[in-house]
T-cell receptor
Framework: QQQVKQSPQSLIVQKGGISIINCAYE??????FPWYQQFPGKGPALLIA?????SEKKEGRFTISFNKSAKQFSLHIMDSQPGDSATYFC???????????FGQGTELSVKP | DAGVIQSPRHEVTEMGQEVTLRCKPI?????LFWYRQTMMRGLELLIY????????DSGMPEDRFSAKMPNASFSTLKIQPSEPRDSAVYFC????????????FGSGTRLTVV
């Protein structure tokens, strides 16, 4: 019940296209859902986060869509650029909890 | 703030040797986390501290691994004796409040045990 399942494992998108990464969770008590971006040789960095009281959050080209009833959330990268090529992790946490539960990661490659 | 600082960035050691990884969290962050990242297993939580106290060490692989946080500005992860299967990137992360602000990760230590 503590797991967060992420798909796909890898994704190739053409420049200018939309990248979509999906995550699903079981624990309905989770109430904080961040996405992290990791470049080679670097630590993961917080990209964008959402709480279950909203269905969508947008920051620039990055949008999180949240479906509480389906217990799913997804990251959409609009107008994908080669510089977006990285590994993306979704995560979930309890507001009162002390740790994030991470998905398995998605390696995104944006082709010029 | 300089962020979460880890040292060394790279460590190559022989099997059986002791390895110590170091972490300085962001000042004021009450939570500190140690993660291990491998291709096969992704990001694994090893242990985390709150106010210098270990809260959850269920991810520590075995007795060869130990972690300490003697004060709010320093933590170590020790492997003794090291084995080739310990080769991975080890990340330290800190947070003011994970369920509200998420984590800030360090740049990691790439450990190679030969």
């Amino acid at each position: 019940q503590q797991q967060v399942k992420q798909s796909p494992q890898s994704l190739i998108v053409q420049k200018g296209g939309i990248s979509i990464i999906n995550c699903a969770y079981e624990n309905t008590a989770f109430d904080y859902f961040p996405w992290y971006q990791q470049f080679p040789g670097k630590g993961p960095a917080l990209l964008i986060a959402i709480r279950p009281d909203v269905s969508e959050k947008k920051e620039g080209r990055f949008t999180i869509s949240f479906n509480k009833s389906a217990k799913q959330f997804s990251l959409h990268i609009m107008d994908s650029q080669p510089g977006d090529s990285a590994t993306y992790f979704c995560a979930a946490s309890l507001r009162q909890g002390g740790k994030l539960i991470f998905g398995q990661g998605t390696e995104l490659s944006v082709k010029p | 703030d300089a962020g979460v600082i880890q040292s060394p960035r790279h460590e190559v050691t022989e099997m059986g040797q002791e390895v110590t990884l170091r972490c300085k969290p962001i000042s004021g962050h009450d939570y500190l986390f140690w993660y291990r990242q491998t291709m096969m297993r992704g990001l694994e939580l090893l242990i985390y501290f709150n106010n210098n106290v270990p809260i959850d060490d269920s991810g520590m692989p075995e007795d060869r691994f130990s972690a300490k946080m003697p004060n709010a500005s320093f933590s170590t992860l020790k492997i003794q004796p090291s084995e080739p299967r310990d080769s991975a990137v080890y990340f330290c992360a800190s947070s003011l409040y994970p369920g509200i602000y998420g984590y800030t990760f360090g740049s990691g230590t790439r450990l190679t045990v030969v």
